[in-house]
């Protein structure tokens, strides 16, 4: 618990949510607390709640319960995995269905007594795997509100309760009973039974919650991965002697040591040691900077150099990772979740299919119609109407399009993220490890007059091969073959220089050289101009080349760019690179709009920015300083090869590291979405079509059974046709 001045904040666990409309449901009833204000993450079961000191937060938990929810403080380390119940329901739920389903449907293996079998699988189907749907369903109801919950425990209950009737008091009970095909309600009515629509109903329905649970525990994932960077232990100075201890337990103005290759503990200032520090975790950014005594550091990154000491000058929820981690969560609950097109539809379709079973029932009592005939009727009504192909819609849909994704190194994280993909008009990409391939190479060498380029690389990259700075091992890369170097010695912020067979060379800034000819300074002003690293090196006393060392761009992002304007959208180069560098990669990939030396939280500004347009806007990036913008982007695409925060926050995920693989995430989720939406249409169509038929006594409830089974074989073979997305 965190507070204000007047004012304490919280963070309660949500559970019972099955739709977005509940989480605005338990929003509504914080707000209307006096002093209280909340907003209810369904994605993350999380709610954020601001209330007057004073108030017990017991009050808040007791709202959310009368609401008919469950809340709770989340407890440390807690980290529940909410698939695990479903997926033993699901299981369940289908193993039993499974046999119902086949004998029903296939009168030549009913054998005597194959009826009450049925009804012994169906019993803990019906009472203990469809439990989250008739518990949802009473909740709704006694809030005055229908879901497709409400729909899916009527309509199986019913045909459960009238199997179970026609089994006691009719005559489908009787020894040898089989089940017949008939096509109108009179020849049926008293001796069928309907277990198979009741367990299929459940079974599919269960598999597509499961998937949803799925997608909505990985969407609260990016704040655990935030905070996981940070280094767990720290060597703190305590009386001349290193003491470890758990970062957590660092206080402001504690001095700790920072060796090569560790992670710097928290947020401090450099009292002694000089070296490079590797921040492309935090920035995205490829170059190491240089720090010595009385230069500030940022915790989570890497000392890439010589030994530190550093005084602690921020913990906790004051660092720079902490503000990036809680940047991270206000994107996420500012973004509206998308509510299910069969939820929306379903506010409607519930009573009015629930209105329309009753006047059935009345109807046919009216018109003298037998009591056994009027209820069939009514379940039929009700079993046609049962969401089976809704059920599937969107899972099925989502399970193929994602399969051919993963073939294609696309992750789509839910059916929540399709909607976006279709509005965009404008795609901002990062430009280090996304754009560009995020690793220092040697671009070019300028030589002075009268030397030879293999030479002047043998000599610099044998030299730079003892040196671990990432200047220096592109250096090295880049050398065709190397010898052995003797009395290295590394020059403290300038370069190194050692004995190479029987050389003295000296590779780094032009400080270690007397003079440099009029060549090789022009061409390192040059290289700097274009924002590019520019080393000098040589040997005996004399500079022989400039070496130019920079981030290069990848060879299929110029293409992929390209693609994007295909699909009508505008792309804009983000970076917080310095303009140069930023106009030399935009002229090389042809991008015209460019964005430069944007400070971490500023790429949330700029996407918002963007947003005021009018413009709707993909982000692609691959750094923990893209995590919150990919979070606040209408649709958030992370480089595989990035981060883990980067991933988890943003919608889709590139594996393979191919810029042209957001092209084809676009076009894979917008036919994925498409595909989704044509399966909703034709489940409702087949559904609405088959109700009057249903009323009017012309389609009992097996041929109902059958026609929603139809209608979920159509929606599985729609869905089967992304498999050759192309």
């Not at 994932?221 to 060597?235: D, H, N, T």
């Not at 404008?426 to 030479?455: F, Y």
């Amino acid at each position: 618990m965190t507070a204000t001045a007047d004012h304490d904040r919280l963070e309660l666990a949500i559970g019972g949510m099955t739709c977005a409309s509940c989480a605005m449901r338990i929003e509504k009833k914080l707000n209307r607390l006096d002093g209280v204000t909340a907003t209810v993450n369904y994605a993350t079961e999380k709610a954020n709640v601001t209330f007057p000191v004073g108030v017990d937060p017991r009050r808040l938990v007791e709202t959310v319960e009368a609401a008919g929810y469950t809340a709770a403080l989340p407890r440390p380390g807690q980290d529940e995995d909410a698939t695990r119940p479903l997926r033993r329901r699901l299981i369940a739920s289908a193993v039993l269905a499974i046999p119902v389903v086949v004998l029903a449907m296939v009168p030549a293996w009913q054998f005597d007594y194959w009826q009450w079998v049925s009804l012994a699988l169906a019993t803990p189907v019906i009472g203990w795997a469809a439990w989250p749907f008739h518990k949802a369903s009473w909740t709704n109801l006694t809030h005055g509100t229908t879901t497709m919950d409400t729909l899916i425990s009527v309509g199986t209950l019913a045909a459960f309760l009238w199997s179970l009737y026609a089994l006691v008091l009719g005559d489908a009970g009787m020894i040898g009973m089989r089940h017949p095909f008939a096509l109108t309600i009179e020849r049926s009515a008293g001796d069928a039974v309907y277990f198979e629509v009741a367990t299929g109903v459940i079974t599919f329905l269960l598999a597509g919650r499961y998937f949803e649970a799925r997608s909505k525990r990985r969407a609260g994932a990016a704040l655990r991965a935030l905070l996981q960077l940070g280094a767990k232990e720290v060597a703190v100075l305590r009386d001349g002697a290193e003491v470890r201890i758990p970062a957590d337990r660092l206080a402001v103005g504690d001095r700790f040591v920072v060796r090569p290759g560790e992670k710097i503990a928290t947020d401090g200032v450099i009292e002694e040691g000089a070296s490079a520090v590797d921040a492309s975790m935090l920035t995205g950014e490829s170059v190491p900077v240089e720090v010595g005594p009385g230069d500030a550091v940022v915790g989570a990154t890497v000392n890439a150099g010589g030994r530190l000491v550093v005084r602690a000058t921020r913990v906790g929820a004051d660092t720079q990772l902490a503000q990036m981690g809680r940047l991270v969560e206000a994107a996420q609950a500012g973004k509206a979740q998308v509510q299910r097109l069969a939820d929306r539809v379903a506010g409607v379709f519930v009573p009015i299919v629930l209105t329309l079973s009753l006047t059935t029932l009345v109807g046919w009592l009216a018109a003298g119609g037998t009591p056994s005939a009027a209820f069939t009727a009514a379940v039929a009504v009700l079993i046609i109407a049962c969401p089976c192909a809704l059920g599937l819609a969107t899972p099925t849909a989502l399970l193929v399009g994602t399969g051919r994704g993963a073939q294609l190194g696309i992750l789509i994280k839910g059916p929540e993220v399709l909607e976006g993909t279709r509005r965009i008009d404008t795609i901002v990409l990062d430009k280090t490890g996304t754009v560009t391939t995020g690793r220092m190479s040697l671009v070019d060498v300028r030589l002075a007059p009268g030397e030879d380029r293999a030479e002047v690389l043998r000599l610099a990259g044998t030299l730079e091969h003892a040196s671990e700075h990432p200047v220096a091992k592109a250096i090295a890369a880049a050398a065709p073959e190397t010898g052995e170097t003797a009395e290295f010695v590394n020059v403290e912020g300038l370069g190194v220089r050692g004995v190479v067979d029987g050389r003295s060379v000296v590779v780094g800034r032009a400080a270690l050289f007397d003079d440099l000819p009029v060549e090789l300074a022009e061409a390192k002003a040059a290289a700097e101009k274009l924002g590019r690293t520019a080393v000098v090196a040589g040997w005996d006393g004399k500079a022989r080349a400039v070496l130019e060392v920079a981030d290069t761009v990848k060879p299929t992002s110029a293409e992929a760019v390209r693609r994007f304007a295909a699909l009508g959208l505008r792309p804009v180069l983000l970076t917080g690179d310095n303009e140069a560098v930023a106009r030399e990669v935009a002229r090389e990939v042809g991008i015209d709009e460019v964005v430069a030396e944007v400070l971490p939280a500023g790429k949330v500004d700029v996407v918002k920015r963007l947003q005021e347009q009018g413009r709707r806007v993909a982000m692609v990036g691959d750094g923990v300083n893209d995590a919150a913008a990919l979070a606040q982007a209408d649709l958030g695409l992370a480089m595989g090869t990035g981060t883990d925060v980067a991933i988890e926050a943003g919608d889709l995920t590139l594996v393979r590291g191919d810029l042209r693989a957001a092209a084809d995430a676009i076009r894979l989720s917008r036919r994925t979405l498409g595909t989704i939406k044509g399966n909703l249409f034709w489940a409702f169509a087949y559904n609405v079509a088959a109700l009057p038929l249903a009323a009017l006594g012309l389609l009992n409830p097996m041929i109902a059974g059958a026609a929603m089974a139809l209608s979920s074989v159509f929606v599985v073979s729609n869905s089967l046709r992304l498999r050759s997305f192309r």
